[in-house]
């Protein structure tokens, strides 16, 4: 248990930080497609005995990267799907000449936050605090590009899109193994739109996106502990009480706080 309240707390601070900048940027189908690539990473890495944090790692970062890539030329819906697919497609290959295909395909889709070794701490705490420092470096030209991308200059746009595309990579193969590939989506979704909801001003969105997903995990954790049910469900179910409160919260004042304007 305490292996699981450390590591999904990195977690969620990082999750729910970088995804304040996906909303930002519009980029949820983009957040939902690494992960779920990755995937096939962590599925390779089963299948020959390697790091699942390495094989998510590797997936994670070619994704980001064929993504950014691709849609350089073409439309970024499309390279996204296409990227999706072909990753997911390996990733089904690498199961079905696994051994151990039903649980590892379990954990790698829903995670298996409680039973983290200890022996995961250091990577993920490391992951975590690069993904910090990488997000405060890319912090004001990301804001800007999120609200004024007609401002940046076309390879200037291509070098900071890149960076945060390798940054929600960063954030995936930290978060997959605490709730899994298919969930990612959730923690760092619901609590930044949650937090956008509730502020207009990005630092603290930023702040607050953060304490919602830790909020969450952690009642996820409780709850999976109390009933036995799995984590996942408590952070997808708690996840979308947090975003429904916080736009009845915004309805019941003056009409909500101005939102800064993103991408898409």
């Known amino acids: 248990m305490v292996n699981a309240w450390i590591v999904a707390s990195l977690a969620a601070v990082v999750g729910g ?34 790091s699942t944090i390495a094989g998510l790692g590797i997936f994670s970062v070619g994704g980001a990267l064929g993504i950014g890539l691709l849609g350089r030329r073409g439309r970024r819906d499309v390279a996204t799907a296409l990227t999706l697919v072909f990753m997911l497609g390996l990733g089904a290959l690498f199961l079905s000449l ?19 070794s200890a022996n995961e701490i250091v990577p993920t705490l490391a992951l975590a605090v690069a993904s910090l420092i990488v997000l405060g470096l890319l912090w004001r030209p990301l804001l800007l590009d999120s609200v004024l991308p007609e401002r940046s200059s076309g390879r200037r746009l ?42 207009a001003r990005p630092g603290v969105a930023l702040a607050l996106s953060s304490a919602v997903a830790l909020v969450t995990v952690w009642g996820a ?7 036995n049910w799995p984590v996942g469900f408590f952070v997808g179910a708690l996840g979308a009480c947090a975003y429904a409160a916080s736009h009845a919260a915004a309805r019941s004042g003056d009409g909500g706080p101005g939102r800064t304007a993103g991408r898409g």
């Open 221 to 227: 954790i409780a709850l999976s502990y109390t009933t």
């Open 98 to 116: 696994s051994a151990e295909s039903s649980e590892a395909a379990y954990s790698l889709l829903f995670g298996e936050v409680l039973g983290i």
């Open 158 to 199: 291509l070098a900071v899109d890149l960076a945060f595309l390798l940054l929600v990579a960063m954030t995936t193969t930290m978060t997959v193994p605490v709730v899994g590939t298919t969930l990612i989506f959730t923690l760092m979704i619901a609590p930044a739109a949650a937090a956008r909801a509730l502020t």
């Open 17 to 50: 930080a970088v995804g304040f900048f996906v909303v930002m940027r519009g980029a949820s189908f983009v957040a939902h497609a690494i992960p779920n690539g990755s995937f096939a990473g962590a599925a390779g890495a089963t299948l020959v005995g390697a």
